[in-house]
């Protein structure tokens, strides 16, 4: 965003009860006369501002926060990050599982009698 000039705020009295502010823009924007332009209130380094796009604005103008909201927001994210970190993580990886030190897991799922147990004939 760039400065593109200063003016002092006027105003217009189309009718007796109403007044409007008026804003002129420097002679170089005379382009944009008679064009739509959408006007979104905001705030910036504590003043109120207005952010003034010219045509239609097909996605939302997304709002300024302020710096408490944002600390608040980025201690919520760091606080997920780091409960997901612990999940992914929760295994050491300087202290692996010894599977050689397990037992046996079960019986097999079809077991069978072994060879000398059979009741085939020996010869």
Known sequence: MRKVGETKIGK???KPHITYPLIRLPPEFSDVIGTKAQIFETEYEGNKAFL???GDVTQPVIKQIDNAELEKRLSKLENIV???H????SRRWNNPPH?????CRGGDSNPRPP???SGAPTS
């Open 52 to 54: 003034i796009v010219v």
């Open 86 to 89: 612990d999940a992914v993580f």
């Open 99 to 103: 599977f050689a030190d397990q037992s």
């Open 12 to 14: 217009i009295t189309p």
């Open 115 to 117: 060879d000398y147990e």
């Open 82 to 84: 780091s409960k997901l």
